[in-house]
């Protein structure tokens, strides 16, 4: 939102960076983002909470997904940990346990270092494709670095919240610039394209 009103910004962790002149705008803005944020889970009945902030986004995604195939209600506290109702417990126990050990070394997350690699070189290729969009080199670079992005864990320094979102923007740029016709999946044109990979630079701008 702030992008397309042309707001000038940085995010520093959970911390919004913007000029004074733009205050007025950004608070209209946040006051439209709460109203229509609304809670997944009802206040008043008892909850219960599952210590999953630190998971890979790939682990949290599929958690998420399985989730929604069982219908079970949830949210995601400040921490990135799940909420759900406490009656649904034992199926969600159920849903944990068919899942990877997130304490397995192969799903460990990776360092800081590693985290700002990755997230430079997506923030590089996305570059490259804000302007040529076809751009076959930096298709397959960004394609193999959101693939490594999804199995790193919440990096030291980073909010869940943020972090959930830029890969799930770095996923969803990803998604378009793979699709075709022959999966049955919709196509974007190079406009949407470009302006996609333009947005997701310049998130990752204060980042790298």
């Known amino acids: 939102m702030l992008s397309s009103a042309n707001i000038r910004h ?20 946040i006051d439209e983002v709460a109203g229509a944020a609304t809670p997944a889970l009802e ?7 599952y210590a999953v902030g630190e998971w890979s ?27 759900i109702y406490s009656e649904d417990e ?13 304490d397995d070394e192969e799903l460990q997350e990776d360092d800081g270092q590693d985290a700002h690699e990755v997230l430079a070189g997506i923030w590089d290729a996305s570059g490259v494709l804000a302007k040529r ?20 864990g ?5 909010e869940s919240a943020v972090w959930r979102d830029l890969v ?3 996923v969803a740029v990803r998604d378009m610039l793979e699709a075709t016709d022959e999966d049955e999946q919709v196509v974007a044109d190079d406009a949407d394209l470009q302006e996609a990979c333009k947005a997701l630079h310049q998130q990752l701008r204060g980042f790298v």
């Open 154 to 158: 919440l990096p030291f320094g980073f």
């Open 10 to 29: 940085i995010w520093q962790g959970a911390s919004l960076i913007a000029s004074a002149s733009d205050e007025e705008a950004i608070d209209l803005l």
């Open 90 to 102: 034992g199926r969600v126990d159920a849903i944990l346990d068919d899942m990877p050990d997130p």
């Open 168 to 170: 799930s923007k770095s």
């Open 57 to 83: 986004a790939a682990m949290q995604t599929s958690l998420a997904d399985t989730l929604a195939v069982a219908g079970i209600p949830y949210e995601w506290d400040e921490n990135g940990d799940l909420v």
């Open 133 to 152: 969009p076809n751009d076959a080199e930096s298709v397959v670079k960004l394609a193999g670095l959101v693939e490594d992005l999804e199995r790193v």
């Open 43 to 49: 206040i008043g009945r008892e909850r219960a909470v």
